[in-house]
């Protein structure tokens, strides 16, 4: 069975940055897309950053020049760089991983961590 387990959540002030991180493990093949996605109380949950196996990358518009999400795949590891953290970054962020199972199968599955939060407050 294949496991994430995130890190790296907190209690930071306005303007300041926390770095998560986010480590797959179990029986994988390769992982197609990590992601980020988080969820405040009340709200429904969003997608804040993913990254394909070749670099590719997605920002919502709220993080934009704001979070960097990078990964290493011979790790099977992603993170998320927050800088410039506001109020409204607060929400308990999931780690995300499309990925694929061992042969002969190869079965895609989606994975989900227990999610970490984050907290942004004076």
């Known amino acids: 069975q294949v496991q994430l387990v995130e890190s790296g959540g907190g209690l930071v002030q306005p303007g300041g940055s926390l770095r998560l991180s986010c480590a797959a493990s179990g029986s994988i093949f390769s992982i197609n897309v990590m992601g980020w996605y988080r969820q405040a109380p009340g709200k429904q949950r969003e997608l804040v950053a993913i990254?394909?196996?070749?670099?590719?990358?997605n920002y919502a518009d709220s993080v934009k020049g704001r979070f960097t999400i990078s990964r290493d795949n011979a790790k099977n590891t992603v993170s998320l760089q927050m800088n410039s953290l506001k109020p409204e970054d607060t929400a308990v962020y999931y780690c995300?991983?499309?990925?694929?199972?061992?042969?002969?199968?190869?079965?895609?599955?989606?994975?989900w961590g227990q999610g970490t939060q984050v907290t942004v407050s004076s």
């Open positions: 990254i394909t196996d070749s670099g590719m990358t």
């Open positions: 995300n991983a499309l990925l694929t199972g061992p042969p002969p199968d190869y079965t895609k599955d989606d994975s």
